[in-house]
């Protein structure tokens, strides 16, 4: 069965900080990879997404991703953080036939400090 | 454009009682979801449909009910309200391969 861990439900970073958010799927066939954003009490904002193309994926404020097939990873990495970063970051992969249902990890929480 | 558009945005429901959480979007898109989610576990799908009259259940689907008369509309219904369902609930929507989109968030406390 397919399925996503995050590693990590808390990260506590430094402003200025580099960011490192895990994220390792489980899949028998070839995933779509999202990462999402939800800041509090709103809904998701997708961040970046990968799709077969290139494995180094680039998406908006600064982050990026890079699928790793023979790690079964998409780890999420910003060089250095803001404080408007702290938020919820999910992982979700979909599949091709799969009506894009996604499947989501439990999330992480980034905390960013002064 | 307005988007995916959820309402309401909180409810709080007595046991036992039916409610209807509702999904609107504008963009023509074809498929829907309605996901709930959990502290600590991520969103898992309750219902899906993949254009009008074509429903099908996702991972969590017991408790709930599902329509979609038309292609912008996609309701959510609880028919007896019980405290498991105490969650958040999103409805999203997507067009191709395109990224789904969601909406806000409905906030439903069952006490």
């Known amino acids: 069965a397919q399925s996503v861990t995050q590693l990590g439900s808390h990260v506590s970073v430094s402003e200025g900080a580099l960011v490192l958010l895990r994220c390792n799927y489980s899949?028998?066939?070839?995933?779509?990879l999202f990462w999402y954003v939800q800041y509090p009490n709103q809904g998701l904002q997708l961040l970046l997404k990968?799709?077969?193309?290139?494995?180094l994926v680039k998406g908006i404020n600064g982050f990026e991703a890079e699928f790793k097939k023979s790690e079964t990873s998409f780890h999420l990495t910003k060089p250095s953080a803001h404080m408007s970063d702290a938020a919820e970051y999910f992982c979700?992969?979909?599949?091709?036939?799969?009506?894009?249902?996604?499947?989501f990890g439990a999330g992480t929480r980034l905390a960013v400090h002064p | 454009n307005a988007g995916v558009t959820q309402t309401p945005k909180f409810r709080i429901l007595k046991i036992g009682q039916s409610m209807t959480l509702q999904c609107t979007q504008d963009m023509n898109h074809n498929y829907m979801y309605w996901y709930r989610q959990d502290p600590g576990m991520g969103l898992k799908l309750i219902y899906y449909s993949v254009g009008a009259g074509i429903t099908d259940k996702g991972e969590v689907p017991n408790g709930y009910n599902v329509s979609r008369s038309t292609t912008e509309d996609f309701p959510l219904r609880l028919e007896l309200a019980a405290p498991s369902q105490t969650s958040v609930y999103f409805c999203a929507s997507i067009d191709g391969n395109q990224p789904q989109h969601f909406g806000d968030g409905t906030r439903l406390s069952i006490l």
């Open positions: 979700a992969v979909s599949f091709s036939g799969g009506y894009n249902k996604l499947i």
């Open positions: 990968y799709t077969s193309a290139a494995t």
């Open positions: 899949s028998s066939v070839p995933p779509y």
